[in-house]
């Protein structure tokens, strides 16, 4: 009786482990390319190569995501407030004219608060920042879809701590230019 009950346990145990070594087969897991153009010579067609994608010219003023030489790309707000200061109207000024000589260029404007309140309510925040942001621009005459606005709220914080410095810092939109 007492090796019934040994082999028995044991075959369980050897049935445990072999469910345990078996690896899913990512040979027939199903593959969706999302990014693939369904029109044209693009490599979700089987075309021959040719790309759809433009070429990107490094010679402008703000490749690599930079902007406007030369301008700030943060602007910053009070305490508990969406409300775009005056003192950033020439930032936003220079960001516009160049958005508006460059249609091809759009800009990412992230939304960010200090680390007090909750992370609800600073997404919130964040968000009514960068869609303030946006609509200065938009008054300046920069195309909607040259522009997206997002929030991290509390989530990238531009400084550590506590003290009033640090939140006045993460208190911000920042421009980041695609």
Do not use: W
């Not at 990107?56 to 508990?80: E, H, K, T």
């Not at 009514?128 to 914080?157: C, H, I, P, T, Y």
């Amino acid at each position: 009786m007492l090796s019934f009950k040994k082999a028995s346990l044991a075959l369980v145990a050897a049935a445990v482990l072999a469910g345990c070594s078996s690896a899913p087969s990512l040979d027939n897991a199903p593959v969706e390319d999302k990014g693939a153009t369904t029109a044209g010579n693009g490599a979700g067609t089987g075309g021959a190569g040719q790309s759809t994608v433009g070429g990107v010219d490094l010679n402008q003023s703000g490749a690599n995501g930079q902007g406007p030489v030369g301008v700030a790309r943060v602007i910053y707000f009070d305490f508990d407030s969406y409300s775009v200061k005056p003192d950033f109207q020439s930032t936003l000024d220079a960001h516009a004219k160049f958005l508006k000589a460059n249609p091809s260029r759009k800009v990412m404007l992230e939304g960010n608060t200090d680390n007090r309140g909750g992370r609800e309510y600073n997404l919130a925040l964040g968000q009514k920042r960068a869609e303030a942001v946006r609509r200065s621009l938009n008054v300046l005459g920069v195309s909607d879809n040259q522009m997206e606005a997002v929030s991290f709220g509390k989530e990238k914080l531009a400084a550590e701590g506590s003290s009033e410095d640090a939140h006045a810092q993460n208190r911000r939109v920042e421009l980041n230019y695609r």
